[in-house]
């Protein structure tokens, strides 16, 4: 084998020579090939450890060791024991990841060993790749989720050690994202990203012809100068472990190098014969002269030593041996080898690694949807705290640096970014975990945010005024409304400013759950706004138990100006309201309309749409279906399980099969139409006034499993739109890819699951179209969805109840009870039990003409994802400032502010963000400029200092990182890149979907600065 290999390497090698005396006595005497000295393999060991921030145990659960009748893991111990065996010998490395871990061990150290640990970080003996406070998932969070999270890892690193990591490190999340390449590498700085799972299918062919490593292109909109080099890790076997036969944890069976000649087991040839054969094996698969050994897997090194001692006598046996060269390495110094072998020329991808299988008919695409109510508690967290962020910044200002709460908040958030959290593949006591570390930190968080409120609308209330929120009005409960609109009692008032975190001005319908009572809206100068009062949708839990909600709510339109806040009343008369009688048409016939759709029903069903604007109407029959999860066939034992979407055939059974009821709510301000759908599914459809969207809030589970058949459940739209089998999926929320049916563009796919083979992670939008129209659905979550499997037809996955495992190691079904047994001491333990799941969620449907897409939906993505958002005042005193604007004006429908936070006590974080795609709209795809010096209201702009995506090095280091790779085909050459802000230029041009993120120095705000009326 190692000839055969080593002959493939010479016949490809450049500087290809011939054998010298030497390498002939190598061949008789070692039984085989040598590789000259002018293209000797050198191979980087990399030790490193993957440490999942809960998974099978809870985060603080691996971190302290505990609870390992699940697993056995304990981080602590891994850390402790590195940084003993590094002071031991300063030529061994280490590569570490997971900042959720590493500032947890960082706090509990002596002085003396952050001081040993800071040496060791200086020589490049400790070194931190991706250095995010996880390793996160690339399917379901959000862009700017993993944009946080990245930022907070590296800010710790830099505030401690003074370094940036330079390469990114995704060894096991289950496919690899365009956003993770194009935004979280080469816009934060990396040069490089490596990863371990790719599709079985396109791993084969990579091995076949030489391209585990790779130039990954993957953002038409940011071009080619935010390519990345990239390459697969684990001996190109779709892992990231050592060769097999090298891994000497704790409990392994592998053989240890002994090099005691006087013992009888000493082993040092046969090691280095098999040492040698595994390096050309891998280096034949790749191209240049060094390959990269990962030696380390999940939660190893805990006994540090045993690991050490044996890389340490395996690299000085084989340098003696001389066919290839062993050094101590890590990811970032193996970059900087392969861009030295500049006659390289490398492959180049374009698209990305969705879906990812590991075998056929193990499509991971399960996942996509899997604990769809935290997925949504995540998003929603999300956009709390990014209104948290910039609230603070704007009130309290310098004052809020180092808030506890936030940091709580930002801590949670980060770590349920992690790929087996937000992902929805943990086990369920985890999730429960990761679920009250994100309510304890919202919760934390709010009380900084009510005092930068009382801080900007200035209220003359007694000792201290403040702020309340209300986290559950999705299921119609805020105590705070409701006792409004309690009958009896006398009159009752309430006021509350309705934050924007967007920056555009923005009038929108605001939903308040309300009593029985009579009630009003008013704006600050007492005078009456428009309102309807509506049906409430049903107050349930999670688990189906009645939420005390309240049976109707009061709608109005809140008109808030850019990133700024308005302040209204709600006041309840105490008499009885009429309350909203729907009507109930004969054969379940009607229509919703208003100046730009219309949505007909028949049956009980929506069954047609029109774009009034363009007079073109598609059929548009949307219901809901379930497939059956798999158990197992003769085709394949695989199961549907956390992981794996497997139906045990192609089509889906109706969730009902009889007329669904219809009834019809009309007002001044919306029309609404309320479904049911047998007994577990139900959804509410508003088409509201002046809006380019209906607005679809459903209601599904507990689903259904006492018949023993476990249940994927789906929204379907069936239309007459020709798509030709392709539909356009996001990533992340940032770039839309063009997907096709059963088609990969980098290899010949061989499908074997028609339907979960052309799943998609659907972050935000999925969309089919042809040359009339396109039908584009939003999200309020991550869902599994394709509009690829049959033409004209979009369907998504919001919910999953599954009876097995599939076997991808989380060790239980995917079956969401409200209750779950122990998993330690006797008798069954992990056992679900109790109730099943209900969730709620929305999806947005907008019709236009192809060319008007991106220009409605592109804006209300942004909507929806950042609702106006009502925080109730918990005084009576009049508010001083009863309209506040952060911006001297709106900014352009293209541009967003994404991140306006405090950075320190001087500075502030501020990322602008281009919001369409190249080529999405004629005029909102060009490059738009925005003026810095004239962006913030009352305040001027002392100095700005342009940086990476991650705030922690310059844009100027970030350009300069970046490496002009000899692509196949292509010049070397990069595209040119948008230079970094000079001094004293204060105007910023962004391309599309291009973010620009800036430390500046502000000026003190004016003292009438929260004085900026609308």
């Known amino acids: 084998v190692v000839a055969r290999a080593s002959r493939s390497r010479l016949q490809q090698s450049p500087r290809m ?122 399917a379901a969070p959000f862009y700017l989720d993993m944009v946080d999270q990245t930022t907070l890892g590296h800010r710790f690193l830099m505030t401690e050690f003074g370094v940036a990591p330079k390469t990114g490190w995704q060894l096991d999340p289950f496919g690899h994202s365009a956003t993770q390449a194009a935004l979280l590498s080469s816009e934060v700085g990396f040069s490089g990203l490596f990863f371990g799972r790719i599709d079985y299918q396109d791993l084969a062919q990579r091995v076949k012809n030489q391209e585990a490593e790779f130039i990954w292109r993957a953002s038409p909109s940011l071009g080619p100068g935010a390519q990345v080099f990239s390459g697969l890790t684990g001996e190109y076997g779709g892992n990231y472990g050592p060769p097999s036969g090298f891994d000497w944890n704790v409990g392994s ?13 000493y082993n040092v040839k ?92 193990q499509f991971w695409t399960g996942y996509f949807t899997s604990r769809p109510a935290f997925k949504r508690y995540v998003r929603d967290s999300s956009a709390f705290l990014q209104m948290v962020k910039q609230v603070e910044m704007l009130g309290e200002g310098a004052a809020s640096v180092g808030d506890h709460g936030l940091t709580l908040l930002e801590e949670a958030m980060g770590v349920a970014q992690h790929h087996d959290a937000v992902s929805g593949t943990a086990k369920q006591h985890v999730t429960f975990d990761y679920a009250a570390r994100i309510a304890e930190g919202r919760n934390s968080a709010l009380q900084g945010a009510a005092m930068s409120l009382v801080q900007l609308s200035g209220p003359q209330a007694g000792e201290r005024p403040t702020f309340s929120y209300c986290v559950l009005r999705n299921i119609s409960v805020c105590g705070q409304t409701q ?32 009593g029985l009572g009579e009630v009003r809206v008013l704006d600050d100068n007492s005078e009456e706004i428009e309102s309807q009062l509506v049906p409430s949708l049903s107050s349930v839990t999670n688990y189906g138990q009645p939420a005390g909600g309240s049976p109707q709510a009061v709608l109005f339109t809140a008109d808030v100006p850019a990133l700024g806040f308005k302040a209204f009343r709600l006041s309840g008369t105490g008499s009885p309201a009429p309350p909203p009688k729907p009507d109930h048409p004969e054969a379940g016939a009607a229509t919703l309309e208003n100046e730009f759709l219309a949505l007909e029903f028949c049956s009980g069903a929506l069954c047609k749409l029109t774009d009034k604007q363009s007079g073109v109407s598609v059929r548009a029959e949307q219901s809901w279906f ?37 009834e019809v709510v009309r007002g001044p301000l919306a029309d609404e139409v309320h479904q049911t759908f047998g007994t577990w599914v139900s959804q509410r459809i508003r088409l509201a006034k002046g809006a380019k969207h209906a607005e679809i809030t459903f209601t599904v589970g507990p689903i259904p499993v006492g018949d023993a058949k476990g249940k994927e459940v789906v929204s379907r739209i069936s239309t007459d739109i020709q798509n030709g089998g392709e539909c356009l999926a996001d990533s992340n929320g940032r770039e839309m890819l063009l997907r096709k049916r059963d088609f990969r563009p980098t290899w010949n796919l061989t499908q074997t699951e028609p339907v979960a083979g052309n799943y998609y992670p659907v972050t935000s939008a999925l969309a089919i179209r042809d040359a009339r129209v396109q039908l584009t659905v939003l999200t309020d979550a991550t869902q599994a969805g394709s509009g690829c499997i049959r033409d004209g037809e979009i369907e998504l996955m919001v919910h999953r109840a599954l009876l097995e495992d599939d076997g991808r190691g989380v060790g239980e079904p995917l079956n969401e009870t409200q209750y779950v047994t122990p998993y330690i001491g006797s008798g069954s333990r992990g056992q679900h039990y109790g109730p099943g799941l209900v969730i709620r969620g929305k999806h947005l449907l907008t019709l236009t003409a192809p060319a008007l897409a991106a220009k409605v939906w592109r804006p209300a993505a942004d909507q929806l994802y950042m609702p106006l958002s009502p925080f109730f005042a918990e005084f009576e005193a009049k508010f001083e400032h009863p309209s506040f604007t952060a911006l001297v004006q709106s900014l352009p429908v293209n541009i967003q502010v994404i991140t306006l936070e405090q950075w320190d006590a001087q500075r502030v974080l501020l990322r602008l963000a281009h919001q369409f795609g190249v080529g999405e ?10 003026d810095l010096g004239g962006l913030f209201a009352k305040r ?75």
């Open 253 to 265: 069976n592998d053989e240890p190098v002994q090099d005691d000649m006087d013992l009888k087991d």
């Open 626 to 662: 379930w497939y059956e999860g798999s158990t197992g066939n003769s085709e394949s034992k695989q199961r549907s399980g956390a992981y794996i979407f497997r139906p045990n055939k192609t089509e889906a059974s109706v969730v009902f099969s009889g007329q669904p009821s219809l």
């Open 17 to 138: 020579a011939m054998l010298s005396f030497t390498s002939l006595v190598q061949l008789l005497v070692l039984g085989s090939l040598s590789i000259p000295v002018e293209c000797k393999l050198t191979v980087h060991v990399v030790p490193h450890t993957h440490d999942d921030v809960g998974w099978l145990k809870t985060v603080d659960e691996y971190y302290t060791g505990q609870n390992n009748s699940i697993q056995h893991a304990y981080v602590k111990m891994i850390l402790d024991t590195v940084i003993e065996a590094l002071e031991k010998n300063p030529e061994r490395t280490f590569t570490y990841v997971e900042q959720a871990f590493f500032q947890r061990w960082w706090r509990q150290q002596s002085p003396a060993l952050q001081n040993l640990t800071r040496s060791l970080v200086k020589s490049g003996q400790l070194s931190f790749t991706n250095g995010g406070w996880c390793m996160h998932d690339e």
């Open 270 to 361: 046969s090691r280095v014969d098999d040492f040698v054969r595994a390096a050309i094996w891998q280096g034949d698969r790749t191209r240049g002269e060094h390959i990269m050994f990962t030696m380390g897997s999940d939660f190893q090194y805990e006994n540090a030593r045993e690991w050490f001692e044996n890389l340490d006598r395996i690299i000085k046996y084989v340098n003696e041996d001389g066919r290839v060269q062993a050094m101590y390495s890590n990811p970032e110094l193996y970059l900087d080898a392969k861009a030295k072998e500049q006659q390289v020329a490398w492959p180049l991808k374009t698209d990305d690694f969705f879906p990812y299988a590991d075998g056929a008919h």
């Open 483 to 514: 006792a409004v609109g309690e009958v009896g009692d006398g009159v009752k008032e309430i006021q509350f400013l309705v934050w924007n975190g967007l920056a555009q001005a923005r009038s929108e319908i605001i939903e308040l759950p309300t």
């Open 940 to 1014: 001027q702009v002392l100095d700005v200092d342009e940086r990476g995506l991650a705030g922690t090095i310059s844009r100027a280091e970030v350009l300069r990182r970046r490496v002009p790779w000899n692509v196949e085909g292509e010049a070397a050459a990069l595209q040119a890149d948008v230079a970094p802000l000079s001094a004293g230029n204060l105007t910023v041009t962004l391309g599309p979907l291009q973010i620009r993120t800036f430390l500046l120095k502000l000026s003190p705000a004016a003292e009438d600065a929260v004085s900026v009326f609308i």
């Open 921 to 930: 709209d004629e005029a909102l795809s060009q490059p738009a400029t925005v």
